[in-house]
Every structure is written in structure tokens, then in C-alpha cells.
């Protein structure tokens, strides 16, 4: 695959580091991201500010040499801390010897990731190329431009699907015959709160561990960001008599948060601004298979596999596509279409997996975090 030129439509956080590792094989790489390039937007939308990098995550990075520098710049987390609803606190490390999940911000590290592909003279990228159509006979991409929408179009040997869960990409895979491809969503979506940094720039709690506030029916979660502030995630019912439909009014809000997190709202002093101003999102899990099109496109990251946050294996699993992917290249280089076919019968059922066990965390983490005979009964459930 060396001389080939490539394309990888999608400069998230798997598409960043992807580029990396192909323009180190030497190939061309032309990297398309619909949104204009975050390293020069003032704030950086979209979803979750902080995501938990793990072992996983680190170990793509590292196939990159760039775990170290994100090692620097996120704040390890030796374990889960559970806020009852008396504010009582109960710590379950995640490791016997230190072992930590790391809390990282999303923009500082896809920026990151940004600059290191940016190095390499074979990476060009193009920003406000929104992918619309691929002519797979002759791999050919059409690209929505900016706000004119000016259409381009440009042909590549191999085109790499990095553009998340609503992939464009996986999209045109979709209307080929024997592709699967299956979408759930959860009754639950989400909200981001935030709690401040103390006026000395300290942390309002601990910042070395990640905090849960299980009630059953949903739950609030903290990491911790290095400016001392805390992003905080409400995950909560959409519909229903408690709800984010039902929670409508100024004083509803201020009413559940004093009844249901009395511990956290002294840390929101925006909390209505922030409920009201910041959008509910909804949560999908997305299977496919083959994540490949013959030997001309590949889906990687949550363009193949989307699975809900609650496990925090989403990035992580999606980095490690990459370094699987570069594992199984040397064996398989001289023939692409093996190395695609054997990549994606290697990665969908690892690819289903998480998605199952980022499903059963939810009913762990908002039901039972808190519950100190949980681990009892599991083991009692698997003898
Ligand atoms: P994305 O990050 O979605 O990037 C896709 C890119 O493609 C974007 O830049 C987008 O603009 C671009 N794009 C989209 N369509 C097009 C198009 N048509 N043309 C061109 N470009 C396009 N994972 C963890 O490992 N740990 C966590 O703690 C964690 N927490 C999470 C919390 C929440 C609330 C959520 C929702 C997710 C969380 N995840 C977490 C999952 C993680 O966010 C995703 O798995 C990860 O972002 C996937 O990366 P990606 O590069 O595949 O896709």
C-alpha cells in the first residue's frame, strides 16, 4: 500500500491518528473533515469535553509516539467515587496497584493529534469537505464545500470511513447488498453541566477519581479537566414522569438537583443557565458488518462501532481499530483486499462486544455503583 494515495473522511479523534499512522507507511493522505479546523475555533462544540483514555487508548497512541505527551495533559483517575443521596462517599479503586483511566479533554487531544499529522508532508488536510456520495467502481468521493456547499470531487485508491457515528461513508456501504447494519437507541439521553474551578484554580473535590451519583433510574457523573472545573454529565430519561421532557421550568430543575444531588449543587452556581442552555443529546449504539467495501474503503471508530459512553471504551476501542489495523498491515500489505477482509473479521465481533458491555455498565453504574453487595452477588451469579 505504500505508493497508494488514500483518503480518510473524518478528522476526529480516530481519523487524526489514523492519518498519522498511514502517512508513517509513506502513503498520500488527503484527510476531509466537514467542520472548519477546531485549532482555530474560539470554543470547541460538539460532544463530550472530557472522555476517559485508557490502557487501550494509550497503547494506539503510543504506535503514534505520542502517549507520554497526552500522559501530560490528562488527570489520572484511580477510581470511582459514589455520591449517595446524603452526599455519603464510597471509593472503589480500579486497580489494586495503581491503576488509573485517564480524564482528557477531547479538543486539546484531536488538536494534538492535528498538529503531529500536519508534520508530515504527505498529509494534506481539507476542512469544510463534507462527504456526500463515494462512486465505489471508481472510488470516487464527492465532497460538499463550505457553506456554498460547491461540490468537489476526488478519487483514491483506498478511503478510510472515520466520520463517526452518522458516517456518510458507511451511509454509501449501506445501500450494497449482504451489508448488516443495525441502530438502538437508549430510552436515555444526556446533558453536559459543569461545575467550576475553586477561585484559586483548585478542584471542588477530589480530581483523582472519577464521580458517579447512581439513582437508580440515572445517574450524574464528574471528570475532572485541568483547569481546575469539572465537566459533569447528566445521563437521564428523555420521556416519562421524570424526565428531561418533564424537568421543563427554572424552578423544577432547582427542585430535582436540591432533592436528588444536594452535595453537588453548591459546585453549579450555573447550573439553570447550563440546563437550559446546553443541548440534550441522545445516546445510539450502531453495529455493521463487513466494516469493508472490497479492498477500496475501510470504516473505523464509531463509523463501524457507536456504543453508549458508559463503559468509556468508545475512543478507546476506536484508537485501537488503528493499532489492530497496523498490526495485521505488515502481514497483509502487498494485498489489500486480505488485509481489509481479515481486519474487519478479526475487529466486528470486538466491535459488538464493547458495545454489549457498554451496555450492561449502565445498568451497573446507575443502579449498583453504590452497592456494596453488587460485587458480592456477581461473583455468587457466576459460580
Ligand atoms: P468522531 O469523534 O465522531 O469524529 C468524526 C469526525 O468526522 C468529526 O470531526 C466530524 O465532524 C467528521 N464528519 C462527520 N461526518 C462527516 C462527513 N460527512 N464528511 C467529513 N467529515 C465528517 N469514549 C471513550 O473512550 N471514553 C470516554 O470517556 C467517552 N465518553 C463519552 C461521553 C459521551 C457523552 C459520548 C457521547 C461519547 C463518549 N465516548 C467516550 C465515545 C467517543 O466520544 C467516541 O467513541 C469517539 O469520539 C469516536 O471517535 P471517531 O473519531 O470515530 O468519531
Redesign the pocket.
Known amino acids: 500500500m505504500e505508493e497508494k494515495k488514500v483518503a480518510v ?7 487524526s491518528l489514523l492519518a498519522v499512522l498511514l502517512a508513517k507507511k509513506g502513503m498520500q493522505v488527503d484527510v ?4 472548519p479546523d477546531l485549532r482555530k475555533a474560539k470554543a470547541i462544540g460538539g ?2 469535553i472530557n ?2 483514555l485508557s490502557n487501550r ?1 494509550f497503547k494506539a497512541l503510543s504506535l503514534a509516539g505520542f502517549d507520554q505527551e497526552i500522559r501530560d495533559i490528562s488527570i489520572p483517575m484511580y477510581g470511582r467515587k459514589m455520591h449517595d443521596l446524603k452526599g455519603n462517599l464510597t471509593y472503589q479503586a480500579y486497580g489494586k496497584d495503581n491503576e488509573a483511566i485517564y480524564s482528557v479533554s477531547r479538543g486539546q487531544l484531536n488538536q494534538k493529534l492535528m498538529n503531529l499529522a500536519d508534520d508530515f508532508e504527505n498529509v494534506k488536510y481539507r476542512f469544510d ?3 456526500e456520495d463515494i462512486d465505489l467502481p471508481s472510488n470516487k468521493i464527492t465532497f460538499a464545500n463550505g457553506e456554498s456547499k460547491e461540490k468537489n470531487h476526488y478519487s483514491y485508491d483506498q478511503i478510510f470511513g ?4 452518522f ?2 461513508v458507511r451511509g454509501v456501504l449501506q445501500k450494497t447488498p449482504m451489508f448488516n447494519y443495525s441502530q438502538d437507541y437508549l430510552p436515555h439521553g ?1 446533558k453536559e453541566l459543569n461545575f467550576p474551578a475553586n477561585p484559586d484554580g483548585t478542584h471542588c473535590m477530589d480530581k483523582n477519581c472519577l464521580h458517579i451519583w447512581p439513582r437508580g433510574e440515572f445517574m450524574m457523573i464528574a471528570l475532572p479537566n485541568l483547569d481546575g472545573s469539572f465537566t459533569v ?1 447528566l445521563f437521564f430519561p428523555m420521556k416519562g414522569e421524570v424526565s428531561f421532557e418533564s424537568i421543563d421550568t427554572e424552578e423544577k430543575v432547582v427542585d430535582f438537583f436540591n432533592s436528588t444531588f444536594a452535595d453537588a449543587v453548591p459546585h453549579m452556581p450555573t447550573l439553570v443557565d447550563d440546563y437550559f442552555s446546553n443541548p440534550t443529546s441522545t445516546l445510539v449504539t450502531i453495529r455493521c458488518s463487513p466494516w469493508n467495501y472490497e479492498d477500496k474503503v475501510m470504516l473505523l ?3 463501524s462501532h457507536a456504543i453508549v ?1 458508559f463503559y ?5 476501542s ?1 484508537l485501537e481499530d488503528c493499532s489492530v489495523f497496523f498490526e495485521m498491515y505488515d502481514e497483509h500489505k502487498d494485498d489489500v483486499n486480505a488485509l481489509f477482509e481479515a481486519f474487519s473479521k478479526q475487529r466486528v465481533p470486538d466491535g459488538n462486544a464493547i458495545a454489549d458491555l457498554a451496555l450492561y455498565n449502565y445498568i451497573e453504574m446507575r443502579d449498583l455503583a453504590g452497592d456494596k453487595d453488587f460485587l458480592l452477588r456477581k461473583k455468587i451469579e457466576r459460580k
Open positions: 473522511v473524518g478528522a476526529g479523534l480516530v481519523g476531509f473533515e466537514r467542520r460532544r463530550s472522555l476517559a487508548g469537505h463534507a462527504c472515520t466520520d463517526g457515528a458516517s456518510s444526556y454529565t471508530g464509531d463509523a459512553p468509556g471504551q468508545g475512543m478507546n476506536g
